[in-house]
């Protein structure tokens, strides 16, 4: 097996807009790759468009058919292109799921990416970044992982050059969350205080071209859901706090998931505070990484 080129993600801040006619929000997120990644096989052999997934152990929760985003890469992937394909999908689950870290979509861009060239790139890269943003939000930007500026419902990538390599500690709560749980929650709240609007959204779409200088934007680790989070899983806000109290320079919420992450200022400082929280209560996962640039 192979897990060269998936990654998983940080949301390093994100700002939601309001909901959209289409049901989705307008957001905007630096987004940073992160190489945590799943185990991913991708085969193919001449058939008429059968696609079988093999999950590795540990992996119950997870949808194993026609659900699992995996497998609607592989199936969009044949519907584009004639179907003369059967695939063989073999994963082994390494990033926790619901945490906000963009496994599932990562795991479905390296499928396009893989059945893209093994059968001789029958696709144009902007028929595939379409196919990407069709299988969720976050699922384009691991179509070519690096430092971004994400917009639209996610599927606008703005490229962050020069962008500072960060050490982070991630730590996962036991609970996991639904993204589009969390969303729901936090419309609710728009409604309640629509007056206020103006006040919990202060930081919409205007950003789209910031940090091309390199430099950290403004409201740099801000997560707009992160008290959604909090409230829906109180654990997440006690392990951003640990992180803080253990030296973080700042930490924050990811996406819309369980997980958090603390900034330090080095990879063995983010190492050993990982290693001290790991299973600090049951079911808890927490590791380090050192972003690219
Ligand atoms: O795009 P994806 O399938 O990952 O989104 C899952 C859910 O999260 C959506 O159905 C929607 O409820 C919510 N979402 C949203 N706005 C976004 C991205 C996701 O409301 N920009």
Not at 89 to 118: E, F, N
């Amino acid at each position: 097996m192979s897990g060269a080129g998936i990654f998983a993600k940080v949301n390093l801040c994100l700002h939601v807009g309001p909901r959209r006619p289409d049901g989705y929000h307008s957001l905007g997120s630096v987004v940073v790759p992160i190489p945590w990644a799943d185990v991913l096989d991708v085969r193919v052999k001449p058939g008429a468009g059968r696609v079988e997934l093999i999950l590795g152990p540990g992996v119950e929760s997870l949808p194993s058919g026609e659900a699992n985003l995996a497998v609607r890469a592989a199936r969009g992937f044949l519907d584009a292109t004639g179907r003369g394909h059967d695939v063989l999908i073999r994963l082994a689950k390494r990033v926790p799921v619901g945490a906000g870290l963009g496994g599932g979509s990562a795991d479905a861009a390296h499928v396009l990416h893989r059945l893209d060239a093994l059968c001789g790139h029958p696709l144009r890269p902007g028929v595939l970044r379409t196919l990407a943003a069709s299988l969720g939000s976050d699922c384009p930007f691991f179509l070519d992982p690096r430092p971004a500026w994400m917009s639209g419902r996610g599927e606008v990538l703005t490229p962050l050059v020069a962008f500072p390599s960060l050490a982070l500690a991630i730590v996962v709560p036991a609970a996991r969350l639904s993204t589009a749980e969390v969303f729901r929650v936090f419309d609710e709240r728009q409604v309640l205080t629509r007056e206020a609007e103006g006040d919990i959204h202060p930081c919409l779409l205007v950003r789209g071209d910031r940090g091309d200088g390199g430099e950290m934007p403004y409201r740099a680790f801000d997560n707009d859901l992160a008290q959604v989070v909090f409230d829906l899983c109180p654990r997440s806000r006690e392990l951003r706090d640990a992180l803080l109290k253990a030296g973080a320079v700042a930490a924050g919420v990811t996406g819309a998931g369980s997980a958090v992450f603390g900034v330090f200022r080095t990879f063995d400082a983010a190492n050993g505070v990982a290693r001290n929280l790991r299973g600090a209560a049951p079911g808890e996962i927490a590791e380090a990484f050192e972003t690219g640039t």
